[in-house]
């Protein structure tokens, strides 16, 4: 749990690999929340992509 | 994690071949890290920049050698390159005061599905206070690390540090956020 603010390698480990609830649960949560908030959803296909990818610009 | 890797290292090969179900694949396998790296790094337009990254690692797909663990790495040290010039650009036209309303604006943007609208206000405005707390080297190997799925080793490369200087930027940055968020829950620290 908890106890200090200062960080070892393993603790740093856990967290970023979205498995930090034993070590820091509250910091866990909000790693996991910056990940839902900012990667929900994919990026619109713009036209120059679309035509690499054979689709159509916008569809997903 | 297997049959992942061996099919995106088919999707790869068929991409260096000038298959668009290759270049189909790959992007469906990494463009919400990407894009959600960018957000994260709160770029001016990133699913323009996402675009952007995409079209020069498929137009230059034939350089990268290895396989599509290495392509990752080197697709998200063009997403950090993409990053790095953006922010150049904006800190010339930008100051803090739109630079804040950007955040938000993304921020906010970024709830528009159903999991996202579950962050309330006061998480936003949490995650917000703690990336900005950041010093930017900390910020760039956090966020990398968060989203590329990246091994330190890949992290160093793209970021043009050492394995030990990233390591420390780790531990820094995420004592740093710990003291933030402890601090505004009110445990001692």
Known sequence: MYDSPECDDATAEALLAGAGQ??????????????????????????ELGALIHRVAGDD | MGDSSDRLDVALRGARAGDPDGFDALFRAH????????????????????????????????????????????????????????????RRRLNETSLDAHVDAQLAAAGGDVEAEAITELERQLIRTLLAGLAPDQRDVL???????????????????????????????????????????????
């Open chain 1, 22 to 47: 034993d070590v820091d649960p509250a910091l866990a949560r909000v790693l996991d929340l910056v990940r839902l908030s900012y990667a929900a959803t994919p990026p619109i296909v713009g036209a």
């Open chain 2, 31 to 90: 463009s919400t890290a990407v894009v959600g790296y960018l957000r994260a790094r709160h770029v001016s337009d990133p699913d323009d920049l996402a675009n952007e990254v995409f079209v020069r690692a498929f137009r230059n797909i034939r350089t990268v050698q290895g396989d599509s663990d290495r392509f990752r790495s080197w697709l998200f040290g063009i997403a950090h390159n993409v990053a790095i010039d953006d922010g150049r650009r904006r």
């Open chain 2, 143 to 189: 966020l990398l690390r968060v989203f590329s799925d990246l091994s330190v080793a890949q992290t160093a490369a793209v970021v043009d540090k050492s394995y030990e200087a990233v390591k420390a930027l780790q531990r820094r940055g995420i004592a740093s956020l710990r003291r933030v968020l402890h601090a505004q829950e009110g445990v001692p620290g």
